[in-house]
């Protein structure tokens, strides 16, 4: 990537910034930056990330503007919110600490921030341009044809139960993150404030989606039941739909899988992750579906 200083400083107007490397996520890479007082995460992803760090970048912006805490992207001097070339966005620093999931508390805490932000997504049934049905939602998610794939005659197979069990179900469809695990959930202590970052990739789909990923991140509906409960509560689903979590649940194994698959099948070790590491993803993936 070209000089990060620069591209601050012509884009920006941040002249002077002071940049620190925070190191990669699973797609990307970020940076501290400081300048005149105030603090910034600037991220960068490939170029084929770019789509999705944009559509991130609009869905944080747009609930940034409704009240939530979301590391709402600076907008560049052009007008912006993503650069191009590089795939680069700024965002606002958001104050608190990362959640672990691992105290009723905060599961609370994390599912009043979801339950909030899928309500405030215009919740409805299905989607007005794409239909009623599950079908429409991510298809190369869950693509038997997606790099590696065909390798892991399982997962190919996985595939086809999930969509035939998921693609007739109507249900409630809203604005989701796409990812919500723990650390992605910031709790600021001195306000009682918790926001949600990491929002490429954001788009409309089943709420249950978002749901079953929470869930899966902590490790299961029994690990998960503090979030359930006030999910259950607060959320856009009736009781009714939410019998539908399973199916979810393994609709985002399978996705687990398709995604381990194609990096392994690309030696992508973006992130910092070694070969060992995308084997276990797919492991874990395989064992996730074999439980559920």
């Known amino acids: 990537m070209k000089n990060l200083a620069e591209l601050l400083a012509t884009h920006w107007g941040m002249a002077a910034a002071r940049v620190r490397s925070l190191g990669g996520g699973m797609n990307s890479q970020t940076w501290w930056v400081e300048h ?29 503007d409704a009240g939530f805490v979301t590391g709402r992207p600076v907008p560049a001097r052009e007008g ?23 105290t009723a508390e905060e599961q609370g805490w994390m599912a009043d921030t979801l339950a909030g932000i899928h309500t405030a997504g215009n919740p409805a049934v299905g989607d007005p341009a794409l239909g009623p049905g599950t079908a429409a939602f991510a298809p ?24 035939a069990e998921t693609d ?23 306000t009682g404030t918790t926001g949600l970052v990491d929002w490429a990739g ?4 089943p709420v249950l989606y978002d749901v079953a990923s929470a869930v899966m991140y902590l490790g299961g509906t029994d690990r998960a039941a503090a979030f359930l409960r006030r999910y259950s509560a607060r959320g856009p689903l009736t009781a009714h739909e939410l019998q539908h979590l399973d199916a979810f649940r393994r609709f985002r194994a399978a996705v687990q899988g398709v995604y381990f ?6 030696n992508d070790l973006t992130g910092g992750i070694d070969t060992t590491e995308n084997e276990k993803g797919l ?8 439980t559920l």
């Open 36 to 64: 005149d007082g105030a603090t910034f995460v600037a991220k960068s992803v490939p170029a084929s990330g770019l789509p999705d760090l944009i559509a991130g970048a609009e869905v944080a912006a747009a609930l940034a």
């Open 80 to 102: 912006m919110l993503v650069l191009t070339d590089p795939a680069l966005v700024l965002l606002q620093h958001v104050p608190g600490r990362e959640l672990d999931g691992g």
């Open 140 to 163: 190369d998610w869950l693509s038997p044809h997606a790099p590696g794939v065909a390798d892991h005659p399982w997962l190919t197979a996985a595939i086809d139960a999930v969509r």
């Open 168 to 190: 007739p179900l109507t249900v409630t469809w809203s604005v989701l993150h796409t990812d919500p695990f723990p650390g992605a959930f910031i709790h600021d202590d001195r």
């Open 202 to 205: 954001a788009r409309r789909g």
């Open 261 to 266: 698959a194609g990096r392994l099948a690309t």
């Open 283 to 290: 492991a874990d993936a395989r064992r996730l579906l074999a």
